[in-house]
């Protein structure tokens, strides 16, 4: 095709898979029944006076499926772990027993799994949009560019092939999780 071309679907090709990996990003997040150490990985710890991820002062485990244990590498970090815990306000009730801070994880009730599948659909379509977005911006740039109309709706036919792929990936990835949070 055209140098402009292929830099304009390449860059649109780019974008979609921002949106796919914000929306992986984004379902990460969202927590169906087990206990995962990923849980806890938005948690900012005060380590001396600085803002700490959770994972760069302790370690995080799940010896079971509703059980995460934080074994911190200072003991002197103890409360300062359980408040940053406390803070991220992720509905947990941090338990310290002077040697590390065990979380029992509550089983998800029907109307919390509902509400969690809700938000899951809502950041695949805030994700579907974006690519939405991105094609239109491709399609507009396509038709800047100075071309034979059959190169133009060849573009602008892979710019949608495109799409329809990313589109399918999102839909997939969020049935995936629906049917993660609504298993019992």
């Known amino acids: 095709m055209n140098e402009e071309i292929d830099f304009i679907i390449d860059t649109a090709k780019?974008?979609?898979?921002?949106?796919?990996?914000?929306l992986e990003k984004e379902l990460r997040n969202i927590r169906a029944g087990k206990a995962t150490p990923s849980m806890l990985?938005?948690?900012?710890?005060?380590?001396y006076g600085s803002k700490t991820p959770l994972s760069q002062v302790a370690n995080v485990n799940t010896p079971d499926a509703r059980t995460i244990s934080v074994q911190p590498w200072e003991k002197a970090m103890l409360q300062e772990i359980e408040r940053?815990?406390?803070?991220?306000?992720?509905?947990?009730?941090p338990m310290n027993n002077g040697?590390?801070?065990?979380?029992?994880?509550p089983p998800l009730t029907e109307e919390r799994r509902t509400q969690l599948a809700k938000q899951a659909k809502a950041e695949a379509?805030?994700?579907?949009?974006?690519?939405?977005n991105a094609?239109?911006?491709?399609?507009?740039?396509?038709?800047?560019v100075d071309i034979s109309d059959d190169m133009k709706k060849n573009a602008e036919s892979k710019v949608q092939d495109l799409t329809n792929k990313f589109i399918a990936t999102i839909e997939d990835m969020y049935a995936k999780k629906e049917v993660d949070i609504m298993k019992v």
């Open 125 to 132: 379509e805030h994700d579907k949009v974006s690519v939405r």
């Open 14 to 22: 780019e974008q979609m898979d921002n949106a796919v990996l914000h």
């Open 99 to 105: 040697e590390m801070i065990i979380i029992n994880v």
């Open 135 to 144: 094609r239109k911006d491709a399609n507009n740039e396509i038709k800047k």
């Open 84 to 93: 940053g815990i406390m803070n991220a306000n992720l509905g947990f009730n």
């Open 41 to 47: 990985a938005g948690v900012s710890v005060d380590y």
